[in-house]
């Protein structure tokens, strides 16, 4: 079958696993995370995604969109490994008066932009990103989704993920980006969970992508993504784990499977979202967010990123529609080989 994209991620966050939990989003960067990443140093995040990539590659996923910073690292991780990646230096911002043309991060961005776009015979393309809405002041915004409009780039960012419409006189956090021109980028963005209605409109008039993670906003509290609303809007919606600080796990089965799921429940309509929504989010729409016009699907033409699953395993038999086996049945153990480009990545638990 079409191998996975996992469109928004922390690879060094694998660090984190189990350290910060029951805990609520503010109270869990502040308390647990930030003061954590502040002990990270390169060397720690470069295996920390070697970490990521070999437990995406044992669950069939090719390429992953991340957000962090030691971005050279990760982009070091990337090369040697052979998956696919789109990495972007995450950007915040606290000061209203901020020179951008003096901004450490920014430079770091820019410099990661000039030095790794296309590297590897395209598996590595260079995202540019801003943290969130609550993370950054207009000015970085302006700046910052400039460049990416440029360049071409995607602009990576965390959205609508809080409640937040007092900080910026009722404006929602969509609205807030699209006022600072950031939607002149391509723009991926991560979570959607307290979208209005305007806010899907917007989304899919600019072309922008929405990144759906259930597990991750289901185990911090902050809600679900109106999948339904956007789908029918005309949304592209792919999915992505976020970091196992908050997911624990970098597995694209079990989001197709929770995210289906819970939006049933949330509906109260079980025929609403099909398997054929879940495996397109997983693959094709996936690769259509990271820019990768070739890849996502089985056919001619295309890059050569293929997985194959065990239907032999107890928990695949028996099977009628591989649609629904593989987003209800199937688990990331079933998977026997992942293919990057056409190159055995993964081979029966071997590497």
Not at 17 to 29: I, T, V
Not at 160 to 165: A, F, I, L, R, Y
Not at 245 to 262: P, Q, R, T, W, Y
């Amino acid at each position: 079958m079409p191998a996975f994209y996992n469109v928004h991620s922390h690879a060094p966050m694998t660090l984190l696993r189990g350290y910060a939990e029951n805990l609520p989003l503010q109270r869990w960067l502040g308390e647990k995370v930030f003061p954590f990443e502040d002990k990270i140093d390169d060397e720690a995040a470069y295996y920390g995604t070697q970490l990521s990539i070999a437990e995406m590659l044992a669950s069939g996923t090719v390429s992953f969109s991340d957000m962090y910073f030691f971005c050279d690292d990760t982009a070091r991780a990337v090369a040697e490994s052979g998956i696919k990646a789109n990495i972007s230096r995450s950007i915040t911002s606290f000061d209203p008066d901020i020179d951008m043309s003096r901004d450490r991060r920014f430079d770091e961005a820019k410099a990661l932009y000039s030095e790794w776009n296309n590297a590897e015979d395209g598996r590595i393309k260079i995202d540019i990103s801003l943290h969130a809405e609550y993370t950054n002041v207009p000015r970085a915004c302006i700046e910052v989704g400039k460049y990416a409009a440029e360049h071409g780039a995607n602009l990576h960012i965390h959205l609508s993920e809080t409640e937040c419409k007092e900080r910026h006189g009722g404006l929602t956090p969509a609205a807030f980006f699209e006022q600072c021109g950031c939607f002149e980028a391509p723009v991926t963005a991560a979570h959607c969970v307290w979208v209005e209605d305007g806010d899907i409109e917007l989304l899919a008039r600019h072309g922008a992508t929405a990144i759906y993670n259930p597990v991750s906003n289901l185990k911090l509290g902050s809600g679900v993504m109106p999948l339904a609303k956007l789908l029918d809007g005309g949304v592209n919606v792919a999915l992505g784990t976020d970091g196992t600080a908050s997911n624990n796990v970098l597995d694209i089965f079990k989001e197709m499977h929770v995210g289906a799921i819970v939006q049933k429940g949330f509906t109260r309509d079980p025929s609403r979202i099909g398997a054929e929504d879940m495996l397109r989010a997983a693959t094709v729409a996936g690769a259509h967010a990271q820019q990768r016009g070739d890849c996502g699907e089985i056919a001619v033409g295309r890059r050569a990123d293929i997985i194959l699953l065990d239907l032999g395993a107890l928990n695949n038999i028996p099977y009628y529609d591989l649609r629904y086996t593989a987003v209800y049945s199937a688990n990331s153990s079933n998977v026997t080989m992942t293919m990057v480009d056409g190159r055995i990545l993964y081979e029966d638990g071997e590497f």
